[in-house]
């Protein structure tokens, strides 16, 4: 009997926390996998490096090339090394709140970025690739009425880091209807980890939280309290990518949990299994969060951490993922929190 060939998947962004899950979920499944870094003069492979201790390396089966998304040429040397049958684009300038401090660069990595790899696969003429972007619920950004957001939504974003991924979706839909590529967009609502980026809310809170609760740290200071999200597990969110592109058709995709919470009940569902009882005080920019135990502030806001615009609600409706993709959330907003708050409890 011939050997079965193992699908060979290339990842942009797999040092961050989404290429990470996605790339222990390919290494399980047998894939090879080769991954694009950015040459940093700090690591950002911390994510990725415990893959190191279980490859094994005589099969051969995981590799990583020097690129950045805003260099074409290289991005298409690597894409025409690899030849790869799913390319999985995850790279991105991903911070939000930083879009608006930088919204040049912004443009050029998150939706210029996504252009040089699909300009990549139509000249190379790669007909059999299969190709994620990924695209995000703040595409969605102001929305008139507060229900689920699925597919069929229009857009109307409301930062750069928006915009840029409204251009990097169209421009999938785009090279899928013109020059026939499998290219698909999973439209993401948050998702989160103990890997999440530490300026991104939910690990700021618990980080912070659990630092309070440890007495190396006195408060955190947050922004917008009443913002609500839809916020999911990325263990969960990197099955549905690899899901999206096993569809017979390539397609767009809401993958979220339909479950919203605002900032400030994410505050004290984690204050809650850290057993601080919070006494909430004043209005506006004002409001903070007093431990009734210490007596003593330990949330309180700045607007600094406010947004010039901001994407007040968001709540997905997967109903089409879950019925086509049979891709369903598995892990639940308490369970996330407690996988969080278990990793910073246990650093030092
Ligand atoms: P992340 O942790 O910020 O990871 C972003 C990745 O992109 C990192 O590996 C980063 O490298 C890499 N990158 C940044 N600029 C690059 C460039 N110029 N060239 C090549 N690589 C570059 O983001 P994430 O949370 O994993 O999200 C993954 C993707 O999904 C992003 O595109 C994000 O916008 C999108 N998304 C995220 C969510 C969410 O809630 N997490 C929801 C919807 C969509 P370094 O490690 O060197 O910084
Ligand atoms: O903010 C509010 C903030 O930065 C969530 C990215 O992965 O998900 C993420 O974007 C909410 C916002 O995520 C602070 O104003 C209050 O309303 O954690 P975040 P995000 O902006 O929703 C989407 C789907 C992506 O695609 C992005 O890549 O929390 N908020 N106080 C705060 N946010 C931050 N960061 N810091 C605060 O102090």
């Known amino acids: 009997m011939g050997k079965i060939k193992k699908k060979v998947a290339l990842i942009f962004g797999i040092t961050g926390q989404d290429g990470s899950y996605l790339a222990d979920l390919l290494l399980k499944k047998n894939y090879i996998i080769h991954g694009v870094r950015r040459r940093s003069s700090s690591a950002n492979t911390q994510r990725i490096d415990h893959l190191f201790d279980y490859i094994n390396f005589s099969k051969k089966n995981f590799f990583l090339y020097y690129g950045d998304i805003s260099d074409g040429t290289s991005t298409l040397n690597i894409i025409n090394k690899v030849k790869p049958d799913e390319i999985y684009n995850l790279a991105a300038q991903s911070h939000v709140r930083v879009s608006f401090d930088i919204p040049e660069y912004t443009a050029d990595i998150t939706a210029l970025g996504t252009l040089r790899i699909l300009e990549a696969i139509r000249i190379l003429n790669l007909k059999k690739v299969k190709f994620y972007q990924a695209s995000s619920s703040e595409m969605f950004g102001l929305v008139k009425n507060k229900k689920s957001l699925n597919e069929k939504i229009p857009f109307h974003p409301r930062s750069i880091y928006g915009i840029s991924k409204v251009f990097a979706y169209h421009t999938a839909v785009h090279y899928r209807e013109a020059y026939g590529i499998f290219a698909c967009n999973g439209i993401l609502f948050n998702h989160e980890s103990p890997r999440r980026g530490p300026t991104f809310v939910t690990k700021k809170i618990v980080q912070g939280l659990v630092r309070i609760k440890k007495g190396l740290q006195k408060k955190i200071t947050l922004g917008n309290l009443y913002a609500v999200r839809d916020w999911g597990h990325a263990k969960d969110y990197a099955n549905s990518m690899w ?21 400030k009940q994410f505050v004290e569902m ?79």
Do not use: C, H
Request: no cysteine.
């Open 270 to 348: 984690v204050s809650k299994k850290l057993n601080m009882k919070l006494k909430w005080k004043g209005k506006g920019l004002n409001e903070k969060a007093i431990d009734i135990n210490t007596g003593k502030v330990v949330v309180d806001l700045d607007e600094e951490y406010l947004r010039p615009s901001e994407v007040e609600f968001l709540r997905g409706d997967f109903s089409k993922a879950k019925k086509k993709l049979k891709w369903i959330p598995n892990i639940s907003t308490q369970e996330l929190i407690d996988e969080m708050i278990k990793f910073e409890m246990k650093k030092k």
């Open 243 to 263: 899901k999206i592109l096993q569809y017979k058709k390539a397609d767009d995709w809401v993958i979220a949990t339909n479950k919203e919470q605002t900032v």
